[in-house]
């Protein structure tokens, strides 16, 4: 028997072999449990997911003995057929080269025969999205009330190229890329089947490299097996496909959180001599901040695959800088990235990024200036005061100098006079008992006595005449009292600064 490579010797074969694809798994069974089975099927999804591999399995579920059932037995006749893609009655379509009107015109006269063997005459098309617009159109009446034993199911990378009137009329199911954590298991589980010793770190490292793609992780560690024999290391994985090391990544962000640029730009300079890709350790710097910045939030958060102690450590040099400033350094990569992605000298973006990066992370903000002001003032042992508003300060009175030099006192009760028969207000008609406000002050005691309570007067109370008007004090300046603050004379001691008048 002709060797067979790994992504299709270990194709899936069932559902319960569909990897990181639960959601799609869990309504298809159901839907097969609960004979809701629709007329068109359209899976999405990028390279490597699982697409054909899902549509073979639910071929098998709809034309397998005593189906459409779930649990079939994917070893017999009829569904090693399918497997194999020579059954009469499930038709497999390449979409890019049977992209025109005739190709759908054969299709529409092929769908009123009876399947041959099975209970379903199944049309699978891979990239649909390659059809033309007229053969779309063609296709419309059709896909929408097709014959009862008629089951239609697209696959493709690029939904938005598909007509909306396609998309109506079919069940989409969106395949996600692969967790890392997932390939890396089962590219172990090939290598135990096949006799290969391939450590763990290796197979983080293709798991990494695939981007969640599980026929691109299969596809390299055939090729490892090829180059390297019964033993993979990592140190072959990154020799073979110029993937960066988690220790690289490490030392990286390691040096970056340190602030040192020396170490961050030697490292990338010994990954670009040795041939490493650039974008690929940017992509990987970009996730392990992510993850960084994840774990502050999160604690039980992992490290995106890099080592325990590594990193602790980093988590440890992390909290040196809040969250708003790791998500800044992102930002700066970020921009890195999109512009490395048509640059020819890539290493030259990735030392600028780097340096920008440790420029962001030392540079002193505004809201750094308030927190630390805020702490200050917490520890001040003076209450801190600040002035009030000069219009809410009520302008000083005159005080006349004979009051100043003796203390005022209350007058001697006086009885009240009889009341006069007309305008007893009047100055003229004031009785010889009431003393004016100047004698009162001459003759005052130089010892007050308690004031005794006051007797109700049946006349309206005597009221001084006004003195003149003097001019008012000069008004202190504000910005005195500004610059006296302690909070304020802190802050200028602190960054040694000094405020112009």
């Known amino acids: 028997m002709s060797y067979q490579v790994f992504a299709r010797k270990y194709r899936p074969k069932t559902f319960d072999d569909v990897l990181g694809q639960d959601h799609v798994v869990r309504t298809l069974k159901n839907a097969i449990a609960q004979k809701r089975l629709a007329h068109a099927y359209l899976f999405v999804g990028p390279r490597g997911t699982g697409k054909t591999s899902t549509a073979r399995i639910l071929a098998k579920a709809l034309n397998c003995s005593g189906g459409p059932k779930a649990d079939f037995d994917p070893d017999e006749d009829i569904c090693v057929e399918i497997a194999e893609g020579r059954s009469l009655d499930v038709l497999e379509i390449d979409g890019a080269s049977n992209n025109g009107v005739e190709e759908v015109r054969q299709l529409r006269e092929t769908v009123r025969f009876?399947?041959?063997?099975?209970?379903?005459?199944?049309?699978?098309?891979?990239?649909?999205?390659?059809?033309?617009?007229q053969a779309f159109n063609a296709l419309l009446k059709t896909l929408e009330e097709p014959p009862e034993h008629v089951k239609f199911i697209f696959a493709t990378t690029e939904p938005h190229k598909i007509l909306p009137t396609i998309l109506s009329r079919c069940q989409r199911f969106d395949l996600r890329p692969i967790p890392a954590e997932t390939i890396a298991e089962h590219l172990l589980h090939i290598a135990r089947e096949e006799g290969v010793q391939l450590h763990e770190s290796a197979a983080w490292a293709i798991a990494k490299g695939a981007d969640g793609g599980m026929r691109d992780a299969q596809s390299m560690l055939d090729q490892l097996v090829a180059f390297c024999g019964d033993s993979v290391n990592e140190a072959n994985v990154l020799d073979v496909f110029g993937f960066t090391s988690r220790e690289?990544?490490?030392?990286?962000?390691?040096?970056?959180?340190a602030r040192d640029t020396p170490t961050a730009l030697a490292t990338v300079q010994r990954e670009a001599e040795a041939g490493r890709e650039l974008s690929q350790l940017l992509g990987e710097l970009i996730g392990a901040l992510r993850a960084l910045?994840?774990?502050?939030?999160?604690?039980?958060?992992?490290?995106?695959?890099?080592?325990?102690?590594?990193?602790?450590?980093?988590?440890?040099?992390?909290?040196?800088?809040?969250?708003?400033?790791?998500?800044?350094?992102?930002?700066?990569?970020?921009?890195?990235?999109?512009?490395?992605?048509?640059?020819?000298?890539?290493?030259?973006?990735?030392?600028?990024?780097?340096?920008?990066?440790?420029?962001?992370?030392?540079?002193?903000?505004?809201?750094?200036?308030?927190?630390?002001?805020?702490?200050?003032?917490?520890?001040?042992?003076?209450?801190?005061?600040?002035?009030?508003?000069?219009?809410?300060v009520a302008a000083p009175q005159p005080v006349p100098a004979a009051v100043v030099e003796t203390p005022a006192v209350e007058p001697e009760p006086v009885p009240a006079p009889a009341p006069a028969a007309t305008e007893p207000e009047a100055p003229e008609e004031k009785s010889g008992e009431v003393l004016s406000l100047d004698e009162l002050i001459a003759t005052a005691p130089d010892e007050p006595e308690p004031a005794p309570e006051p007797v109700a007067r049946e006349t309206p109370p005597w009221k001084p005449e006004p003195e003149p008007e003097q001019a008012p004090e000069p008004k202190a300046d504000p910005m005195e009292e500004f610059y006296k603050d302690p909070l304020i004379q802190t802050a200028l001691e602190m960054f040694e600064a000094t405020l112009k008048k």
Not at 114 to 133: C, S, W
Not at 248 to 255: D, E, P, Q, R, S
């Open 114 to 133: 009876a399947p041959a063997r099975g209970q379903f005459k199944i049309y699978y098309i891979d990239e649909v999205h390659m059809l033309t617009n």
């Open 248 to 257: 690289t990544v490490a030392t990286v962000i390691g040096a970056l959180l």
């Open 293 to 392: 910045l994840v774990s502050r939030l999160d604690s039980t958060t992992g490290g995106d695959g890099i080592p325990a102690e590594t990193w602790a450590a980093l988590k440890a040099a992390s909290e040196a800088y809040p969250p708003e400033r790791l998500l800044s350094v992102i930002d700066v990569f970020a921009e890195t990235e999109a512009r490395m992605k048509w640059a020819s000298n890539k290493r030259l973006h990735l030392e600028i990024g780097l340096i920008k990066s440790v420029q962001t992370l030392g540079e002193v903000r505004l809201s750094d200036v308030i927190k630390v002001l805020a702490g200050v003032s917490e520890h001040l042992d003076a209450p801190v005061t600040y002035a009030a508003p000069v219009a809410a």
